[in-house]
């Protein structure tokens, strides 16, 4: 067995010491021990930084796209499509796809989030619920009937208040105009 020698009284230590038996100084660690802390300090940090980035990432429903990309200007949705509920369920719309359409605003959650019932039954907004995604705190309140110009992007699950799951369309929304106030 290898033995090191302490720097202090020059006593023959053993190299898995970390204190001197004769002098009780602290040894120091040699350049393998410096490696192997150096490692596991990085690894320690990589695995941080994972556990943080998953943890950030989560908050704000991660499958929504970045809001951030360029958004289309008002002539571009001059060709959009009106929104077909089923298709946009079964996710049979390409992502991005631009659309415009009106519901009733039923819900505001989280200052971003709009849930809007698009159904218009005898006059009435109901049934067929989307999640509209805001850029910033939209100026409605529940009640109002809104026209939306939106990009698709996928579906949002989420727990009823009852505790049963649901699936709706989700959509980025570029413009909207208050048509009707509550």
Excluded: H, W
Aim: with cysteine; net charge positive.
């Amino acid at each position: 067995m290898s033995k090191n020698v302490c720097k202090s009284c020059n006593s023959t230590v053993l190299p898995t010491a970390k204190i001197c038996p004769v002098c009780n100084k602290k040894l120091k660690s040699g350049i393998l021990g410096l490696l192997v802390k150096s490692i596991l300090y990085f690894f320690t940090a990589l695995v941080a930084l994972a556990i943080l980035s998953a943890i950030f990432s989560r908050g704000d429903n991660s499958n929504v796209s970045r809001i951030t990309t360029l958004k289309p200007t008002e002539t571009e949705y001059q060709n959009s499509i009106g929104l077909d509920y089923r298709a946009a369920l079964l996710k049979d719309i390409p992502e991005k796809t631009l659309l415009k359409f009106k519901g009733k605003v039923v819900q505001i959650s989280e200052e971003r989030y709009v849930r809007l019932a698009t159904k218009q039954v005898f006059g009435s907004y109901i049934e067929d619920d989307v999640i509209l995604v805001f850029s910033d705190k939209p100026r409605v309140i529940e009640g109002d009937i809104v026209e939306v110009k939106t990009r698709y992007n996928g579906t949002l699950t989420y727990e009823t208040v009852l505790g049963s799951s649901r699936t709706v369309p989700r959509f980025i929304v570029d413009y909207y105009k208050v048509t009707k106030e509550r």
